[in-house]
């Protein structure tokens, strides 16, 4: 009797947990959403014949961002290397490494996403070692025009 007693239990525990993967009340159908990166592109020119260009081309995904930039005076040394970052709201925190004088460095920037283009935070130098740095004073105020992307 306790063996007979025993089967229908199990049968009935079996019975109350057998949803076979199924979650009743709910749709199990899964959306996966995907992200595809946008590409964005910038220029700004500068001199006293605009012959002094920097271009930055971005790839942004969901709040991941890589890209290159180029800062290309005429008649100096360039510096051209890729950005690696994150994006916050609009503001786009990145690392610049690049080559210069046939060097590489790398230099922390940071953007600000406006309607038509793009605003560079300024940098420091520094007395000792007269490299660039962002501070606490650095402001969004380095304009990029929105250009299409090649």
Same mark, same amino acid.
């Given at each position: 009797?306790?063996?007979?007693? #025993?089967?229908?239990?199990?049968?009935?525990?079996?019975?109350?947990?057998?949803?076979?993967? $199924?979650?009743?009340? !709910?749709?199990?159908?899964?959306?996966?959403?995907?992200?595809?990166?946008?590409?964005?592109?910038? !220029?700004? /020119? $500068?001199?006293?014949?605009?012959?002094?260009?920097?271009?930055?081309?971005?790839?942004? *995904?969901?709040?991941? @961002?890589?890209? @290159?930039?180029?800062?290309?005076?005429?008649? %100096?040394? =360039?510096?051209?290397?890729?950005?690696?970052?994150?994006?916050?709201?609009?503001?786009?925190?990145?690392?610049?490494?690049?080559?210069?004088?046939?060097?590489?460095?790398?230099? =922390?920037? $940071?953007?600000? /996403?406006? $309607?038509?283009?793009?605003? !560079?935070?300024?940098?420091?130098?520094?007395?000792?070692?007269?490299?660039?740095? #962002?501070?606490?004073?650095? %402001?969004?105020?380095?304009?990029?025009?929105?250009? *299409?992307?090649?």
């Amino acid at each position: 009797m306790k063996l007979l007693t #025993l089967f229908f239990l199990a049968i009935l525990i079996s019975s109350c947990n057998n949803n076979s993967g $199924e979650v009743q009340g !709910q749709d199990s159908t899964i959306n996966l959403v995907e992200i595809k990166p946008t590409d964005l592109c910038f !220029q700004r /020119l $500068e001199g006293t014949k605009n012959q002094d260009t920097t271009t930055i081309n971005l790839k942004i *995904a969901a709040d991941e @961002v890589n890209g @290159v930039m180029n800062s290309v005076p005429k008649e %100096k040394d =360039s510096r051209k290397g890729t950005l690696k970052g994150q994006k916050h709201g609009d503001v786009i925190k990145a690392l610049w490494s690049y080559k210069q004088e046939g060097k590489d460095d790398t230099l =922390s920037v $940071e953007f600000k /996403l406006t $309607e038509n283009g793009l605003l !560079q935070k300024t940098f420091e130098i520094d007395k000792i070692t007269q490299k660039q740095y #962002l501070s606490a004073k650095s %402001k969004f105020s380095i304009p990029f025009m929105k250009i *299409a992307c090649k």
